[in-house]
């Protein structure tokens, strides 16, 4: 039923009641008694209300019956209807998405919930619709609901744990409001769907500026904010702890010991201190929650968290813990750099379960053991046996949610919303999309740029490259000179091709929300991915997950772990800058039938091989394994003895 009829009415039984009240007006000024007691109206009085009142009152209530009509219509019954059509539209298919914003005003909250159960209604439409190209196809992929009905029968309620360096939401103040911040992350995708599903916890670390104002006694809260479904522990570090341990021995010790990538580990003594704290922080925290569960599931994530496995282990033999490792393995030479090496591996074996993203790290991670720890080994299955323990090591190579459905904005809406937003007038398009870390290549990258205009000059003027560069770490110092360098590097490239009206690099020096970065993917004619060692890189899943019309041709490092997956790119070695210049060239003049075949060969990779999958093998391997609750993870005899932490350390 439609509410104009009826403010229609309301606002003619209005102008009525005003009427009525206009004649009442002269009989109640003029009201007197005669002696007679008869009742009469004074002629004074009529006199005003004939004079003064008719011509100027009557007026100003029909301007105000008016005006009320049309402010009820602005304000109520236009933003009901829009919302209204928008609603039946969305019902019925014919609209695609969610309103760019709620409705303002009154109606702000309806409009927001409105939005909220059409986003809803839009994830089950592609669940369901995805299942039935499964169904046509023959295939099975891996979904959110595919994923929590597995753990489901996997994992009891409330009986899984992850932890983690980063949370998946964060209470960030700016200026005089608080915003819920999710952090850029595939691991948020790959594990809430886990965590929903079984009413989980999630352990990390509060770095928000606003995260302790949102928490109980507890240091708990219930995500996510709209629909809370897990509960997120949120654990506390002292700014120098956050600084030694993070940024000191996690970002300036194992990262750069881990990728290779020609910048000198540093390792201070002092950092380990934070390491280990930290890590005792995290494991105490762990270990208060699942103080009355039986039987429960820890997921450790990351090279920020390796000490955390065996700590459990010994308190809590019954516990199945895996652990992730994001980045790469690096031979034992290599890993023998670090002093405290050998702590660092018994803390990573008190694991069950230990992945990495490709069988090469797997093989270094069992060679390191090999080489430095007491241990007995079963290469051909990948196990490690120290102190009376079990590890099972294997691969799982991380990937990216891949909805298969198409996007409701096209390559060529897309190309130009970003030509429009840029200011660009180019033919061709190429795009990088990193973080500003001396593991990505942008440096190499841009040199292969230089090489590739120098070669084939008819490209000048025709083909701009963008580079997105999310600037990160930026409190260590050789972040600090990265972003220098890429910024020089860019300028100088520039200064030696532009033009009045063009030039090769657009560097974008800050972050872009998912939207932007997706947006970017499907206008590109070119993706470049550089990594000089990287252990999957999601971008390269990520701009093949985009490309739903099966255009665009992907450029991708040897030293990437996707490149073992996503055989049909362009795969090249970012130390040979002639190779990129080819590249670009080759992917420029590639027919339109040779993109889509080796596009259409790479979304079939990332569409079957997604983060659902991911997860689901994790968990799947991890409660396959035997665990005898009987035998803790002991502290090795051979083990030097740990760091104690004192009181005047940090300080020190």
């Given amino acids: 039923m439609s509410c104009r009829p009826t403010v229609v009415k309301l606002s003619l039984k209005l102008i009525g009641l005003l009427a009525i009240g206009v004649v009442l007006l002269p009989l109640w000024m003029g009201w007197n008694a005669s002696t007679e007691g008869v009742l009469a109206v004074s002629r004074p009085g009529f006199t005003l209300w004939r004079h003064l009142f008719l011509p100027v009152v009557v007026p100003q209530l029909v301007w105000i019956a008016v005006i009320t009509i049309v402010v009820l219509h602005l304000a109520v019954v236009g933003p009901i209807a829009r919302t209204a059509t928008w609603m039946r539209a969305f019902r019925s298919g014919h609209l695609v998405g969610a309103p760019d914003s709620p409705e303002p005003g009154m109606l702000a909250s309806i409009s927001a919930e409105a939005a909220g159960l059409a986003q809803s209604l839009v994830r089950a439409r592609q669940s369901a ?20 009905a597995h753990v489901r029968g996997r994992v009891r309620r409330g009986a899984l744990f992850v932890v983690s360096n980063r949370e998946p939401y964060m209470h960030v103040r700016r200026g005089t409001r608080v915003d819920v911040v999710v952090p850029a992350s595939g691991l948020v995708t790959a594990l809430e769907p886990i965590l929903r599903a079984c009413n989980g916890t999630w352990i990390a670390h509060g770095s928000g500026n606003a995260d302790r104002m949102h928490v109980d006694s507890h240091d708990r809260l219930r995500v996510p904010p709209d629909q809370p479904e897990y509960a997120l522990r949120r654990v506390w570090l002292t700014a120098e702890e956050e600084a030694g341990y993070y940024n000191g021995f996690a970002n300036e010790g194992l990262w750069p010991l881990c990728h290779i990538a020609h910048t000198r580990p540093i390792f201070r003594a002092s950092d380990w201190v934070c390491y280990q704290a930290a890590n005792r922080h995290f494991a105490d925290a762990v270990l208060d929650e699942m103080r009355d569960v039986e039987s429960p599931t820890l997921l450790v994530q990351d090279y920020h968290c390796a000490l955390i496995a065996a700590s459990i282990k010994r308190a809590r033999p019954d516990a199945r813990v895996a652990l992730f490792w994001h980045i790469p393995w690096p031979n034992p030479e290599a890993f023998g750099i670090c002093p405290w090496h050998r702590e660092l591996l018994d803390g990573l074996l008190g694991a069950d379960l230990i992945g990495f993203h490709t069988p090469t790290h797997c093989h270094n991670f069992l060679a390191s053991v090999d080489r430095a720890v007491e241990s007995t080994i079963e290469w051909e299955h990948s ?34 919303a970003v030509q429009k937003r840029l200011g660009l007038d180019t033919e061709f398009l190429g795009l990088g999309v990193d973080r500003v870390d ?97 252990g999957m890189n999601l971008v390269a899943k990520e701009f093949v997950a985009a490309r739903a019309d099966e255009g665009g041709v992907l450029i991708l490092s040897q030293f990437a772990g996707a490149s073992r997956e996503l055989r049909d790119a362009m795969i090249i ?80």
């Fill in 129 to 148: 619709e995805r299942e039935a190209q499964l169904r046509d196809d023959g295939e099975s992929t891996w979904t959110a609901e595919r994923l929590r």
């Fill in 438 to 534: 001396y593991t990505k290549g942008i440096v190499e990258r841009f040199k292969g740029i230089e090489r590739f205009l120098e070669k084939w000059e008819r490209y000048r003027g025709r083909f701009t490259f963008v580079q997105v560069a999310s600037p990160s770490r930026v409190d260590v110092k050789r972040y600090e000179e990265l972003i220098r360098e890429v910024t020089a590097e860019a300028a100088r490239i520039n200064m030696r091709f532009k033009t009045a009206t063009w030039q090769p690099i657009v560097l974008r020096l800050q972050h872009h929300s998912h939207s932007e970065i997706n947006r970017l993917y499907r206008a590109a004619d070119v993706c470049v991915v550089t990594s000089l060692h990287d």
């Fill in 573 to 652: 070695n970012p130390y040979n800058a002639e190779q990129i210049a080819d590249a670009l060239r080759l992917s420029l003049e590639m027919t339109s039938d040779e993109q889509s075949a080796r596009m259409r060969a790479m979304r079939r990779v990332v569409g079957e091989y997604n983060v659902y999958r991911w997860a689901a093998a994790l968990i799947g391997d991890l409660s396959d394994l035997r665990i005898d609750g009987a035998s803790r993870v002991p502290r090795p005899a051979d083990a030097p003895p740990m760091v104690t932490i004192e009181p005047t350390s940090l300080a020190s």
């Fill in 383 to 416: 196990t490690v046996q120290r102190q009376g323990h079990v590890t099972q090591v294997r691969p799982f190579p991380i990937s990216v949610d891949a909805p298969l459905a198409s996007p409701a904005e096209l390559p060529e809406a897309a190309r130009a």
